[in-house]
């Protein structure tokens, strides 16, 4: 390290190239879930957000608002994780529309509901990072997902947590996306270490 | 009627009766609430990771177990506590998700380790605890009766 660029100096120099794997990513995740479901679902412009790990616990709205957040490591070549996370109305459509339920049932989600929402996750973060790994050919594979429904603030303490081992702020590649029913959600990208770096020079940039 | 003061995380401060701190949303991270019943100075730290010798980044003193109590006892100090009567609680240290990249494994119970070790080496008697598990706090301390009030989703709300 040392001599390579700091997270914020990526951020400065690269800013439409992580905008780039934002967009390939979520695009072949949010592809996925859609075909998956049978869905019309549009996607944002990625956000690549630069913030101190002290205000993460509200990057995506009030700290204490209730939110799915499915996790997975990543491995191989690159490491570190990424998270999709839902609001609970999101959560709730997405599960009863996968179970072929009534869109209006909100009941507390239960054990087969829980499994639901980790396919999803895998689902969602294999498309993610087969589509991270074709375009910079390296090997990234996911870990079993793990699923938790707690506050915002909570759930992202686990990335602040990350990226406070080693920076005093984030770089968050964040894109939503929602559909015409209301599902709303937000894939955060979270490389450790050095994995920046190896994304952009694998893509030929100097780092 | 006092106000309710929030703490952020990797944050730190200090307040006096009728006046109470709150942290939201403890995962990982532990709250760490202190407090004199005589002076009724009371203190709250939200820190996030348990050692600021192991980590470049260690700027910011209120993100680590070691640095955030050793400033919050000093500030309660200059804020008329007594060291000799000061108490202390602690909550969160959960396990949020079941998966973790190497550099997270256990993060929350070494946090709940290191501030108990941390409090240990600076003389405070830590007399009640509400950590690990795999749920989110809310947490408030009161001032007044060092009540120190646990938030968390789907479950009532409790004191230690």
Redesign the interface.
């Known amino acids: 390290m040392g001599d390579t660029l700091s997270l914020e100096e990526i951020n400065q120099k690269y800013p439409d190239v992580l905008r780039e794997i934002g967009n390939i990513g979520a695009g072949n995740a949010t592809t996925a879930i859609a075909n998956m479901l049978n869905l019309r679902m549009n996607m944002s412009v990625p956000d690549v957000q630069f913030i101190p790990?002290?205000?993460?616990?509200s990057a995506i709205g009030a700290?204490?608002s209730?939110v799915v957040?499915i996790?997975?490591?990543?491995?191989a070549d690159i490491?570190?994780?990424m998270m999709f996370l839902l609001d609970m109305p999101s959560a709730h459509r997405l599960v009863n529309k996968l179970m072929m339920r009534d869109p209006e049932y909100d009941a507390d989600f239960d054990e087969m509901d829980l499994s639901a929402i980790k396919e999803i996750g895998n689902i969602i973060a294999g498309a993610y990072l087969n589509a991270l790994s074709g375009m910079t050919n390296l090997t990234i594979t996911p870990?079993?997902?793990?699923?938790?429904?707690?506050?915002?603030?909570?759930?992202?303490?686990?990335p602040?947590?990350?990226f406070?081992?080693?920076?005093?702020s984030a770089l968050f590649i964040k894109t939503e996306i929602d559909d015409e029913v209301g599902i709303k959600g937000y894939y955060i990208l979270m490389p450790?270490g050095d994995s920046y770096q190896k994304i952009l020079s694998s893509l030929g940039l100097p780092v | 009627m006092g106000q309710m003061i929030k703490v952020?995380?990797?944050?730190l401060k200090v307040c006096k009766a009728p006046d109470n701190l709150t942290t939201?949303?403890?995962?990982?991270?532990i709250g760490i609430a202190m407090y004199d019943p005589v002076t009724k100075v009371t203190g709250l730290a939200h820190i996030?990771?348990p050692d600021s010798t192991a980590?470049?980044?260690n700027?910011?003193i209120a993100?680590f177990a070691d640095t955030g109590i050793k400033k919050l006892l000093d500030d309660m100090i200059k804020a008329g506590a007594s060291k000799t009567r000061i108490k202390a609680k602690i909550a969160g240290g959960?396990k949020?998700?079941?998966?973790?990249?190497?550099?997270?494994i256990n993060?929350g119970e070494r946090n709940a380790i290191a501030s108990k070790e941390t409090l240990r080496k600076l003389g405070i008697k830590l007399i009640a605890e509400d950590t690990g598990k795999?749920?989110?706090?809310?947490v408030e301390i009161y001032s007044e009766n060092g009540d120190f009030l646990i938030k968390a989703?789907g479950r009532e709300s409790y004191k230690i």
């Open positions: 790990v002290e205000e993460i616990g700290e204490e209730l957040g996790m997975l490591g990543v491995e490491q570190g994780s870990t079993v997902p793990s699923v938790a429904i707690d506050m915002a603030a909570s759930i992202l303490s686990v602040a947590i990350e406070g081992m080693t920076s005093d450790e | 952020g995380m990797a944050d939201i949303g403890l995962g990982s991270c996030m990771l980590i470049r980044a700027s910011n993100k959960a949020m998700f079941d998966v973790g990249t190497s550099n997270l993060v795999n749920f989110g706090r809310t989703v």
